[in-house]
Structures are given as C-alpha cells and as structure tokens.
C-alpha cells in the first residue's frame, strides 16, 4: 500500500473516531489492540489489516468506501477494465494474487 494511501486510510479512521467520541485508548481497546500500537497505525506508520478494517466499519456502522474512499463506479466497460487489468494480474506473484483474491472476497462485499 503506498504511503499516501495509508496516510489517507489512517485519516479517516482517526475522522470515524473522534465522531464517536472514542479515545485512542478506548477504540484499540475495542480492536483488541495494544494503545501504542494503535497510535502508530493512526499516524501511518503500520498498515491497517482487512480484519480490522471490517472490525471499524462494524463498529462504526460505516462502509468499507468511507474509510478507503474506493471509486464505485457503475457503468465501468468490463471489456476495457479487464484489458487494463490483464498485464497487471499476469505481472503478480501467487501470494499477492492471494491477497487480491481476499481483497474480493473480504472487502467488496461491504462496499454498496
């Protein structure tokens, strides 16, 4: 994940969590996660998991694309994206494709 594109994810978790008046503290509490740990994935310095991505969204009761701004485009030519998509996915290791196939599976369904 590029750096910017943590930063921006990291952003608006942050956003969701001062909207529910949580505290650092509290919400890495709800995440299971240990305070400083947590800060460190708010400032972009880890990466957010899918897990705990979804574990956001639940307990906010928010969508996937509020918090990674994911472009939901509805009249996209499959023709035209599979052709761009080809050379991408035949340039991808098996365990990136394993990621990607989850990032499917995991994510797009909570994304309307």
């Known amino acids: 994940m590029k750096k910017s594109y943590n930063n921006s994810i990291s952003q608006n978790i942050k956003k ?8 650092q503290e509290e919400l ?3 995440l299971y996660l240990d305070t400083q ?3 460190q994935l708010e400032r972009g310095e880890r990466n957010f998991t899918i897990e705990k991505i979804i574990q956001i969204c639940k307990l906010f009761n928010i969508e996937v694309n509020d918090i990674i701004e994911i472009d939901t485009q509805e009249h996209i030519d499959q023709t035209d994206l599979l052709a761009e998509l080809q050379p991408k996915l035949n340039s991808l290791s098996h365990s990136q494709l394993k990621v990607l196939e989850r990032f499917i ?3 797009i369904p909570y994304i309307k």
């Not at 969701?16 to 505290?23: E, F, I, K, S």
């Open 16 to 23: 969701y969590r001062l909207l529910n008046n949580m505290t």
């Open 28 to 30: 890495a509490g709800q």
């Open 37 to 39: 740990y947590y800060a």
């Open 105 to 107: 599976t995991e994510i």
